[in-house]
């Protein structure tokens, strides 16, 4: 209670003190000065930062998105592309199948055991007659 009692009672002093002339003048100098080095360089730092974050929000605008769109179109026509090469090519069943091919030491754990993991049946064929 005696604390604050002290604390109440120094209060109006310090602020009488904080606010005369010469300590008003020394806060001011110290944190309102614009002819500071420091200041200056910071200042330039923000500055260059603008810059150069626009000139990144520009090049990925303008330059980024329409590159994306071109690969993504040559992707498309080579693939396109692909697939027809695989129609003029004889239906799976009418292919040659050697006997390097399909090589089947022991069966898989999945399904009939004849087909690997990642068969697809529009582009594998393996017929066991024929390879034995």
């Known amino acids: 209670m005696v604390f604050q009692r002290q604390i ?11 606010r005369s002339p010469v300590v008003r ?3 001011q100098r ?16 923000k500055e ?10 520009k090049i990925s605008i303008y330059a980024v998105i329409p590159c994306l769109i071109l690969a993504g179109v040559n992707a498309y026509n ?5 697939w027809e090469h695989w129609s003029h090519m004889p239906p ?10 399909n090589i089947r030491t022991k ?6 055991g004849d087909k690997t993991l990642f068969w697809n049946d529009s582009v594998n ?6 390879s034995q």
């Open 125 to 130: 064929y393996h017929n066991k007659d024929k």
């Open 8 to 18: 109440l009672r120094a209060t109006p002093r310090l602020t009488a003190q904080l």
């Open 92 to 101: 799976l069943e009418e292919r040659t199948e050697y006997p390097y091919q």
């Open 25 to 27: 003048s020394i806060i």
């Open 78 to 82: 080579l693939w396109t592309e692909h």
């Open 30 to 45: 110290r944190f309102a000065s614009t002819e500071n080095q420091f200041v200056k360089e910071r200042q330039a730092i």
């Open 48 to 57: 260059h930062a603008a810059s150069t974050t626009e000139l990144w929000r």
């Open 107 to 112: 069966n898989f754990p999945w399904g009939d």
